[in-house]
């Protein structure tokens, strides 16, 4: 996994009354539904507090897309609750948020690490590892989401007809590590690609811009491609069109990822 620039925002402010969350971003729920407000019922169990939680405004203004599979729910919930562990006074360590973390989502622990990272298990289990040399990131979103469920549900659906591949060939990124290149694949891409070909599209559009690597990212429906910084610059530009939400993006160290969440 890899932490990149692209980012929402939270804003916490204490308060006397009950926990509450805004947000003007469209499809986006400010109840209980929302992963920063399971973030604030679990941290406020935790500290050994009953009830409901109470005592703080979250603002959330976003950026990153929803229903794409970039982790951008599982980032606020990370958010929540470093934030929320100061305001509350509860000083819990990072490894017991880590703990609570995995309650909310499997790939909401990364967020506490960020960098990049080898994510075992069911990807509550982050490792760290070398930061790999600056990149720059091209994200190719379509109008459509993708439900994380109806992803894996078409993923058993095929995997039982045996349905083939529908996209290009994966390409090996070279990041420098002594074992060797990478293959950037993903085991849910298929099956959303062959319900929505436009991913199948923006992959292909992706490599004839000059991509090292590129693939859906999650469940989708966004598409990452990885590039020379200079070079991503241009092919968002040329890949953007009427229907697609291009934006461009970089890779970020541990130490950035850990500023930006409020842990250093």
Known sequence: MQSIALSDTLALTPRRGPFALKTRAGGVPAGRSNLVWRAAEVLWRAIGRRGEPRDALVQLDKAIPVAAGLGGGSADAAAALVGLNVIWGARRPRRELASLAAELGSDVPFFL?????????????????????????????????????????WLDEDRASGSGDAV???????????????????????????????????????????????????????VVGVFPEAAAKRAVRRCRRPDWLAI?????TRREAARRMGLC
């Open 248 to 252: 461009v993006s970089r890779t970020l």
């Open 113 to 153: 690490q960020g960098g990049t990272a080898l994510c075992a298990g069911r990807g509550d289990e982050v490792y760290p590892v070398d930061d790999v040399p600056r990149l720059g990131i091209v994200i190719l979103k379509p109008s459509i989401g993708v439900a994380t469920a109806d992803a894996y549900r």
């Open 168 to 222: 290009a060939s994966p390409r090996a990124l070279d990041l420098g590590w002594p074992s060797g290149p990478i293959i950037q694949t993903n085991d849910l891409q298929g099956p959303v690609a062959r319900r929505y070909p436009l991913v199948a599209e923006m992959i292909d559009a992706m490599f004839r811009e000059g991509a090292q690597s590129a693939a859906m990212t999650g469940s989708g429906s966004a």
